[in-house]
């Protein structure tokens, strides 16, 4: 099987031959098709993100079809096709699993870091962790929504109710953003999207798919924000964000990684302002946002790379050079 793998953080991945495995009690091996590449790879190669297997294939945006399966699997047959999200296998026995927050389960294991994930031509996934996919999106146009779509869903959730953020900003105009803007647009929210300063590509893109208002991250809108979602990982931004959002807001910090905030004044917290952040994903949510997908029609602009080519596509999404979402097609 071939792989792209990363033998030390801030290296460049290398194309590497692996030995096929067999799925295990309870495990499906998956053919790939399209693996997304999402931010939280780029942490993991990039060293922000601690290494836990050497060597590590990243990859956490899978879809492809179930090629065999091992004892005790039941709801797949071999020929599904399937999506593998971050979230790759939680203990089932912890106060958070019993309490339907298994994305924050101490024993939690996750694709592409600490288990083999989808820059490859197979993997082998927890069967309990896998998604059936809506047949209107192409196996390129799925990958992105495997994390991309679900953290921005979870992130989006944690604004608060939609009768109540009527306004909403989002920080960083990447994958997540162009496709939670397009939900919140569907359900009648006005989306202001804040994008590096300069890159009038991802401010035109936010325009195109019906934002309200696209500027600079170092600007401020015209109308006070209920509630900011912040994508970009950038720790300078939190205190930016409250000082655009009402009394009452939300800021919600959805990466897994952040530079660190800086001190910020005690009354641009005050009024009830919130900061939160969200932690992974759980199989709820996919069960809920993937149909969600499918009946709002999103459309998820991406930018195929053949899987040798996976540094050219980090390179690209480092340097901002991405509209939408990268993907590798094994």
């Known amino acids: 099987m071939r792989a792209m793998a990363l033998a030390a953080p801030g290296s460049a991945l290398e194309p590497v031959d692996l030995p096929s495995r067999e799925p295990g009690p309870g495990e499906a091996l ?14 993991i190669v990039d060293g922000e993100l601690a290494q836990h297997r050497r060597p590590t294939i990243p990859g956490h945006e899978i879809v492809g079809r179930v090629a065999a399966l091992g004892p005790g699997v039941a709801g797949l047959r071999i020929g599904d096709r399937v999506g593998v999200p971050w979230l790759g296998h939680t203990c089932g026995r912890c106060a958070y699993c019993l309490s339907g927050r298994e994305n924050l389960c101490d024993k939690a294991e996750f694709t592409g870091w600490t288990r083999d994930g989808g820059f490859a031509q197979a993997v082998v996934a927890d069967a309990r962790f896998v998604f059936p996919l809506p047949e209107r999106f192409s196996d390129e146009a799925a990958a992105p929504l495997l994390c991309a779509g679900l953290i921005g ?10 009768e109540e953020v009527r306004r909403i900003g989002i920080y960083g105009f990447g994958a997540a953003a162009h496709l939670i803007a397009q939900v919140a647009i569907a359900r009648g929210q006005e989306v202001f999207a804040f994008t590096r300063p300069g890159d009038g590509q991802a401010q035109a893109f936010a325009r195109a798919l019906g934002c309200a208002w696209a500027g600079a991250s170092d600007e401020r809108p015209g109308a006070p924000l209920d509630a900011a979602l912040l994508f970009a990982p950038v720790g300078a931004l939190v205190p930016a964000a409250l000082r655009a959002v009402a009394k009452g807001g939300t800021v919600v910090c959805a990466g897994i990684h952040m530079s660190d905030i800086p001190a910020f004044p005690y009354d641009i917290l005050w009024g009830e302002r919130r900061v939160v952040s969200v932690a992974n994903l759980t199989r709820a949510d996919g069960l809920a946002f993937l149909p969600l997908a499918d009946e709002l029609g999103l459309r998820p602009e991406t930018t195929a790379y053949p899987l040798a080519e996976a540094n050219r596509a980090l390179g690209d999404l480092r340097e901002g050079r991405l509209v939408g979402a990268a993907v590798l097609k094994p």
């Open 30 to 43: 998956i053919r790939i098709s399209a693996c997304g590449v999402c931010r939280t790879d780029l942490h």
């Open 153 to 162: 869903y979870r992130a989006w959730r944690a604004a608060g109710p939609v």
